[in-house]
């Protein structure tokens, strides 16, 4: 007799501090890296998932993905506009993207940003490691309440990956 297996709906986004500069960022999802490759860098597809839906509005998304194409995300929260935007310096199509990410509030604070699709039984293994410049930023970065967000985010991109399979 067959064995029954049940597959969980999401996997968990695990964040590791792993020094005072730097974030490891892990996560399953259940779509080919070709799918969660172009919902990262898609803006039609960036647009439905990037910001924490419950409390932020995705205003605009440009991004021109190629090396040394740049990006811009503007946000609404609370009725205040913000900016996330940076500069592409590595894409390789479906398997690795990296890139500055700059936060307007904070714009001498840039984000060094790798991240590897990486193809498990289908699924793709996605890591994102971050590198930011001080231990206060990265601080910062982490009191700003980063982590319920990414998880939030994490989700809404697994429910638009799942769909677009």
């Known amino acids: 007799m067959a064995e029954a297996r049940s597959e969980s709906p999401r996997s968990a986004t695990v964040l590791e501090v792993k020094s005072d500069r730097e974030v490891l960022i892990s ?5 080919p890296p070709r799918i969660v490759f172009d ?14 839906r419950s409390c932020v509005e995705v205003v605009d998304i440009q ?16 009725g205040r ?4 935007y940076g500069t592409y310096s590595e894409v ?9 990410q700059i ?22 293994h996605l ?9 206060e930023a990265l601080e910062g970065a982490l009191a700003s309440g980063m982590e319920h967000g990414l998880r939030e985010t994490m989700d809404q991109l697994d429910e638009l990956v799942a769909s677009l399979r």
Not at 27 to 31: G, I, L, P, V
Not at 81 to 84: E, L, N, S, V
Not at 92 to 100: I, K
């Open 27 to 31: 996560r399953t999802f259940r779509a």
């Open 39 to 52: 919902a990262w860098t898609r803006p039609e597809f960036v647009r439905r998932w990037w910001a924490p």
């Open 63 to 78: 991004a021109d993905v190629r090396v040394g194409g740049a990006y811009r995300y503007q946000t609404r929260h609370d």
């Open 81 to 84: 506009d913000t900016t996330f």
């Open 92 to 100: 390789t199509p479906h398997t690795r993207l990296a890139y500055t």
């Open 103 to 124: 936060f307007d509030m904070f714009p001498d604070a840039a984000v060094l940003v790798t991240i590897t699709f990486e193809e498990r039984d289908g699924k793709t």
């Open 127 to 135: 890591v994102s490691h971050e590198v930011y410049p001080s231990k």
